[in-house]
């Protein structure tokens, strides 16, 4: 049995903390070193959140029509995708007829009311339900988030003979789904 | 005196820049952005799962913003909704149903979907419809024309039960009779009456005497819906005569491994045979009644 001094014992005591921390180094160094020994690849993942988005000019305006007119066209106007995926356009009227706060005549929409549609380029009948008038429009650039935008979208509409004076009104919707 | 030049040619670039980018980007408009723009769930029988859309106002107008949530149907032409199905499985949380954004200002919209205790089919198809109206003031003149936006979010849910892949042909049309130059339609009424969703691929082989042409056909069709596929097919100057129509329509989940086919017999009339038609009948016409022709051609010799 050999039998330790108390200055002895302080110094053994002191010397374990100085090991453990140099054998801590050198596992460190060790697992660093194995690194560089076995190239690993790493890969590296990224997942960009889809966005969907358009954007439509309003009001717009006939103008003022004579009663019996047929052919009227709006002035040509944007529609636009600003988000980050391809989208299908559609588009339905809020109601079957244009109407007025003045006027009791309304101007039903059909056979009077029409869109154009972007891959014909005919005019297409406007329901209440919707239709498509743009299949696949593009997403916005990449970068410069520049939308794309169809700048000859258009309406026409016939305005039957002897119908009452006054500004009449409706509602349109553009609705945007992700094209598949 | 030469930086007093530079700087006014820096000026004019920048005003340029500016004069493009605002012919680029548009102006006075009403918008909706909305992030993801759809949601793809696999849920058990009375399972519960919840989601939310951001939703932005990116237009200049304030508008007024109304959630629905329907069942989604839809075909290469229309979209339709109903209050079927899906659409009761889906409930709008904390009454968010109606609510103003003014320009640049986004809001959470937040939903659950519980799938129902008895399943009857594999894959359904809702939607939640983000619909902005502008609340702007009517012009007292003319005829005038609100413009408002609507995002359509898809909401697909695949639910444990049978996979049956079935697509029935309801009816179909083709052209009997085309002339030259003039687009003819082919519409296809079908009918998913199995399970999971039909994708669509394939195409119209037609074959004439001296020419064919292939005209592509894509598209899916959900469960339970009726879809009107319509494919056009426009004869060129060189096509006449008898020409066979053989439509090869392949659908699957994944694999389009199961086929439709009809076969149909178009009559292509060329205009200039239609134009050799017409002048032969007037010259036999102005010969039987000797009508002298009120053009004349003399050919002399030299």
Known sequence: MIMLGENMKQKILGIIPLMVVMLFVAFLAVGDNQTYANPVNQQVTVTVPQAIAISVETPISFGSVPAGTN????????????GNVKIDVYVKAGSTEFTSPT??????????????????GNFQQVTTTDQMIYNNMNKASQGSGTPTVWNGAQQRLNVPAYTEDGAYSITMIYSATKHN | MISLIKRNKILLIILILLILFNSI?????????ASPPEFKYNLSSSETINGEILVRNIGKEDLEVVVEKKRLLKDSINLLYSDKGIATWITILNNETNFKLSPGQSKTIQFKVTAPE??????????????????????????????????????????????????????HKAPIVLLSFMPGDFIYNLNNNGTVYANMTGNIEINGLISSHKVPIEGGVFPEDNYTLIEKWTPGFSDFGLYSADTTIKYGRYQQTKTIKTHDTILVIPVWLIILIILGAVVWYMRRNDIKSPFKIKIERR
Do not use: H, M
């Open chain 1, 71 to 82: 052919y009227a066209v709006t002035p040509e106007y944007w529609i636009s995708n600003n």
């Open chain 1, 103 to 120: 006027a009791t005549d309304t101007i039903a929409i059909d056979t009077n009311y029409y869109i154009k549609n972007y891959n014909s």
């Open chain 2, 25 to 33: 980007s548009p102006i006075c408009g009403a918008g909706l952005w």
């Open chain 2, 118 to 171: 008895k399943i009857n089919y594999f894959d359904a198809v809702g939607a939640l419809l983000i619909r902005g109206v502008p609340i702007e003031s009517q012009n007292n003149n003319g005829v005038n024309i609100k413009q408002g936006v609507e995002l359509v979010i898809p909401i697909i849910v695949g639910l444990p039960g049978p996979i049956i892949e079935s697509l029935q042909l309801l009816d």
